[in-house]
């Protein structure tokens, strides 16, 4: 009997181990994958925070929404980033470490012109694919074929900021005449006001002031009133957000009035600087990428802005996220359409694919072109008008922003000349 139990006991014991091989092989839950992994820095601190905090926020929605259809080619997607803390400087050791140590699958660019181009050596020498979020121009040096430039500058990326104020300048009648270009000496103000020179010798304005200042610059007053001394009828700026902040309150403490101002000016489409200025704004007349007005509200914007919106205070970011969430979720909507169309991971097959395809973002419909520019310029030009307050629900209704160029996506009229839109 007691030989009888043990072979019993022995087969119950075969018959447990079987089952659970079985169970392992064709039951169990198979191992997680590995995720694809995105990489790159980002503006979390410095004069370019306000903008960083809203591109990370953004990006990181998308990767939200991409896990939760499922990941791409079956995997998990996870963003890795690190601060540059606003400082160009940093940014090349970031991506020496996200390619080198945390082995990133792929990179994508973090906000600016100056942090993408002192990333694009590494991303030339490792020959890795590069879309750039807001960079003016990058790729007029480089020409790497594996750059992609989020941002509607079209073709001709360097006068495309300031283009729809010399758009609505030269349909101004009388004409004006004379114009001034005030720009910081880096990356962006250098590219955009190059492009300023441009349009104003093609609609036949005459240049009579065109100097950089310092970046570091904090008082603007003595340069305007050099500018006011040479009595111009236009003022095109080409700044970052702290020095247009310096240069808006410098504008109307010395009580410079031209006929029409604005330009180029980083800053001016950020909730925390609009609402820190307020009233002064009114007539300005500056570049702006997206509004959420009705002519703009292309497919998934407007869940987007709801999504971003209702996470913004937690992360601490722009209440109203009406400038860079809806170009840096676009961003990473054209590399992961693209990762999925291709099933690839590799940065020439993705290259290739992307410089074929018209893509469907948030943004619109979004084509490159062969130095990764857009084949068609889409920013447009806003003034503001009528700004009682510094209350940001103020800045909710855009009807203190109103899109004058171009024609298929107005809002509203110019106020011409500066002066009048100030009575107002």
Known sequence: M??????????????????????????????????IRIGFSMSLSGPLSGNGKMSLLAMQIWEDDINAKGGLLGRPVKLIYYDDQSSPAQVPAIYSKLLDIDKVDLIVSGYASTQIATAMPTAIARKKLFIGLFGTGIND????????????????PKPAPSLGFFKVAEA?????QTIALAYADAEFGQNACEGARESAKASGFKIVYDKSYPPSTV??????????STKPDLLVVCSYPVDTVGMVRAVNDVGFVPKMWGGAMIGLQSTAIKTQLGPLLNGIVNYDTWLPAEPMQFPGSMELLKKYQERAKAAGTDPLGYFMPVWAYADLQVLGDAIAATNSLNDDVLADYMHKTTFKTVVGDVKFGPLGEWV???????QFRNIKSHDVEEFRDLKIESIIYPPQFKTGEVIYPYEKALAK
Do not use: C, H
């Not at 007691?2 to 018959?15: A, P, Y």
């Not at 594996?146 to 079209?154: L, S």
């Not at 008082?219 to 006011?228: A, E, L, P, W």
């Open 2 to 35: 007691r030989f009888k139990t043990q072979l019993i006991g022995l087969s119950f014991l075969q018959w447990l181990a079987t089952a659970a091989a079985l169970l392992f092989i064709g039951g169990a839950p198979a191992r997680a994958a590995e995720p």
């Open 141 to 156: 040096t480089f020409k790497y074929e594996r750059y992609f430039a989020m941002i509607p500058n079209g073709p001709n």
């Open 172 to 176: 101004q009648n009388p004409k004006p």
């Open 219 to 228: 008082d603007f007053t003595s340069i305007v009133r050099v500018i006011q």
């Open 376 to 382: 068609q310029e889409r920013n447009i030009t806003v």
